[in-house]
């Protein structure tokens, strides 16, 4: 392993672990910068499309209407409801179970408090009434400098500074958080829908397949992930290519069952390597040596 | 033993033979964990509900199991992600909205804004000194009142118009009273952004926040000033008081919780900066969901009371009704118990 001399060198590593009260620990991802940037644009292109259509609905409604009443109504509703999207679309779609945006949920990800307990509604509201300075007042004092052309160099430069600040703070700090999750103590964290696969041990292998100690010696742990991946892929052409590697490793004869010889051989190393785990003799990769368990003075 | 027929495949792993054991439990956990997630939990029956921990344990149990005895990547994966998912719901679950607003009247409100009395007391009298500051430049040398107050927003009411033009400011009103719904929503967004502004801007060591609860003070100074000159401090007192009171009050909230924020990054006290700062971050976003609430009510004070109100006692009253209303709410005493 190679150790970073500067810090942009360094790779930041974005797990994080949980341990339960039951005392379990559990692996934590963090959302990445990338994610979060898409989700946010996708919540912003979300907002822009609901004040359109809310736009285009009073719109018609105020036609319908005719009475004058009812028009100044519709246009406070439509100011109220502009308020609202723009102050608490975030917060509104976070309060809800799975503490995600729209945005946010369609990029897997989700908002929860850094302390591994509660996420209450002040941290959510606190979170994102700061997108107020970080991202709605540099839009606005941009735009507006921008139209009335009023912005000067120096100006220019502070807002500028200011906003790449408010932009880049995320990467500057270990857990990716916003100003918002900083002074809300909340981060974004990843939650995929893992779905569970087949019992891969159960699939049909055939008989015909023996292998010798020295044959399922050939491989670790790691080798064992890998082929579990590509049984679970299940493309032809990769299992023939892994199929034929083992097969040479093994100095056997090139053969064309290749799925039946793959199961038949991932099922018996499986055995092999966890009846080892069961008692505490692990091996992590062809290239590492067996690790057994180091028995106290007793056992000796 | 060891020999050929020593590892032939067995129809079923033993770990997978523990896995299919489980599994079925694992599947309906998976269920539940989607209803909910998908916030269709009042679809859920009681007694899901309450399988919920118990098939949440199972799992954890089942994952330490399988972190020791199985190499199936993808088992241990789903696991940790269905336990990851239930632990979110069952450890990180909130109050519903509306239990959560009923105890925000209630007490957090009053708790939050009696947290920051101290931020409080400071912008306050950084208003008072303010307003006070510009109102006697201004009231000394007119060219004050232009470095305070905006042209545009002072809309003609400076130093050079003439008393029966302010006069007309106050009490003129608009002679049919359309359009005040209008005024009162519009106020009410503006003023709420503004206060979020001076509240956010806090965050950067508090200095901006209190530039911004200054240029309000100082230009609130010099727009009195204006009138006192020309006979008119009793109505602009009353003019101000009837929404300002409740308005003014929101903006020195919003500038204290600012002030909140920049202390707990800055002074974190017994705790981490980290803890300290989203403790005090989360107290002023409570703070921060009331002033809200007061920029509504000053709205609608301001875009009503004030066109249809026209007497100065009526506006001073009802200025002064709301200052008490707000101290006793926010001062007084609530217990510690939710």
């Not at chain 2, 998976?30 to 939990?41: F, G, L, M, P, R």
């Amino acid at each position: 392993m190679t150790t970073a001399m500067f810090p942009w060198e360094r790779v930041p590593t974005l797990e994080r672990t949980l341990v339960t009260p039951e005392g379990v620990p559990l692996t934590i991802r963090l959302a990445t910068a990338g994610t979060r940037t898409s989700a946010f644009i996708l919540d912003l292109v979300f907002m822009g499309v609901i004040l359109i259509l809310m736009t285009i609905i009073l719109t018609i409604l105020g036609f319908a209407a005719g009475s004058e009443f009812v028009l100044r109504m519709l246009f406070i509703l439509w100011l109220l409801g502009a308020f609202i999207l723009r102050i608490f679309y975030f917060t509104l779609f976070e309060l809800r179970t799975r503490a995600a945006t729209p945005g946010k949920r369609k990029n897997n990800i989700r908002v929860a408090a850094r302390n591994g307990g509660r996420l209450t509604a002040d941290a959510i509201v606190a979170r994102n009434l700061f997108r107020e300075i970080e991202v709605f007042l540099p839009l606005a004092f941009l735009s507006t400098a921008l139209s009335e052309g009023t912005l000067s160099t120096a100006t220019g430069f502070a807002g500028l500074g200011w906003t790449s600040i408010m932009l880049f703070f995320p990467l500057f700090n270990r857990d990716r958080l916003r100003v918002g999750d900083f002074l809300a103590g909340t981060w974004v964290i990843e939650q995929p829908q893992q779905e569970l696969g087949f019992a891969l041990s159960a699939r049909d292998a055939g008989d015909q397949y023996d292998f010798t100690e020295e044959e399922l010696a050939i491989y670790g742990e790691r080798e064992l992930m890998t082929l579990e991946y590509v049984l679970r892929r299940s493309e032809p052409d990769e299992e023939a290519t892994v199929a034929a590697a083992i097969r040479t490793k093994m100095g056997r004869e090139p053969a064309h069952d290749d799925r039946a010889f793959l199961n038949a051989y991932y099922a018996a190393l499986r055995t092999r390597l966890e009846s080892g785990m069961r008692f505490g003799r692990r091996r992590a990769s062809k290239d590492s040596d067996e690790v057994r368990p180091d028995h106290g003075p007793l056992m000796r | 033993m060891r020999g050929l027929a020593g590892y032939t495949a067995t129809p079923l792993a033993r770990s997978d033979r523990f896995r299919s054991e489980r599994e079925a439990d694992w599947w309906r956990l998976q269920t539940i964990i989607e209803t909910v997630e998908s916030n269709s939990a009042s679809d859920l029956d009681d007694e899901e509900l309450l399988r919920l921990p118990i098939l949440y344990r199972s799992a954890l149990s089942a994952l330490s199991v399988a972190r020791e005895t199985a190499l199936d990547a993808n088992l241990i994966a789903y696991l940790e992600n269905l336990c990851q998912r239930a632990y979110l719901i069952l450890y990180g679950a909130r109050s519903p909205l509306g239990t959560w607003l009923k105890d925000f009247f209630r007490r957090g409100w009053t708790v939050a804004v009696r947290g920051i009395w101290l931020e409080t007391m400071m912008v306050a009298g950084l208003f008072l000194a303010g307003a006070l500051a510009g109102y006697l430049l201004a009231s000394g040398d007119d060219s004050w009142f232009y470095a305070f107050m905006d042209a545009g927003m002072a809309a003609g009411r400076d130093p050079t118009a003439t008393t029966e033009a302010l006069r007309a400011t106050l009490y003129g009103g608009d002679s049919d009273d359309s359009g005040l719904e209008i005024f009162a929503m519009s106020l009410f967004t503006h003023n709420s952004r503004v206060s979020i502004l001076a509240f956010a801007l806090g965050f950067a060591l508090g200095l901006p926040s209190i530039l911004v609860i200054l240029s309000n003070a100082t230009g609130l100074g010099a727009f009195v000033s204006v009138f006192v000159a020309k006979g008119l401090g009793v109505g602009v007192g009353g003019w101000l008081a009837i929404h300002g009171t409740t308005e003014i009050f929101g903006i020195i909230l919003s500038g204290a919780a600012g002030l909140h924020c920049a202390r707990g990054v800055v002074f974190p006290g017994d705790l981490t900066r980290l803890e300290s700062a989203a403790r005090n971050g989360r107290r002023a976003a409570m703070v921060m969901v009331g002033v809200i609430v007061m920029m509504l009510v000053a709205g609608l004070l301001e875009g009503f009371g004030r066109q249809l109100i026209e007497n100065d006692y009526g506006r001073y009253g009802i200025g002064a009704a709301m200052l008490l209303f707000w101290l006793g709410y926010f001062y007084r005493r609530v217990g510690n118990t939710a």
